[in-house]
Nanobody
Framework: QVQLAESGGGSVQAGGSLTLSCVASGRIFSIGRMAWFRQSPGQDREFVAVYVWSNMSTYYADPVKGRFTLFRDSGKVAVSLAMNNLVPEDTAVYYC?????????????????WGQGTQVTVSS
């Protein structure tokens, strides 16, 4: 099993910044990619960004390109999502996810392990 622990959520005003972190534990050798998704009440879960371990590549959903940056934390199986220029539309519960396969995948069904989520609220 893989366990994922998210942290860093909070409330900010529009234009502000937050950084989310996700630390993996357990059978971390099986992880091929780690991603962030988000979900607002009544909405489907939305892909945000993914980090692929095999080639250290990142991929971003269009709404966050140029504003969010996903990077690996040094010395551990963990990623952080630096969110800048936040807008109210970014308000959601953000979930960290890990998958066994290598390569980019924006489908939630492709990720076997999920964290509990952390709330991000952006006010205008």
């Amino acid at each position: 099993q893989v366990q994922l622990a998210e942290s860093g959520g909070g409330s900010v005003q529009a234009g502000g910044s937050l950084t989310l972190s996700c630390v993996a534990s357990g059978r971390i050798f099986s992880i091929g990619r780690m991603a962030w998704f988000r979900q607002s009440p009544g909405q489907d879960r939305e892909f945000v960004a993914v980090y692929v371990w095999s080639n250290m590549s990142t991929y971003y959903a269009d709404p966050v390109k140029g504003r969010f940056t996903l990077f690996r934390d040094s010395g551990k199986v963990a990623v952080s999502l630096a969110m800048n220029n936040l807008v109210p539309e970014d308000t959601a519960v953000y979930y960290c996810a890990a998958g066994l396969d290598r390569g980019e995948d924006s489908r939630g069904e492709s990720y076997a392990f999920w964290g509990q989520g952390t709330q991000v609220t952006v006010s205008s």
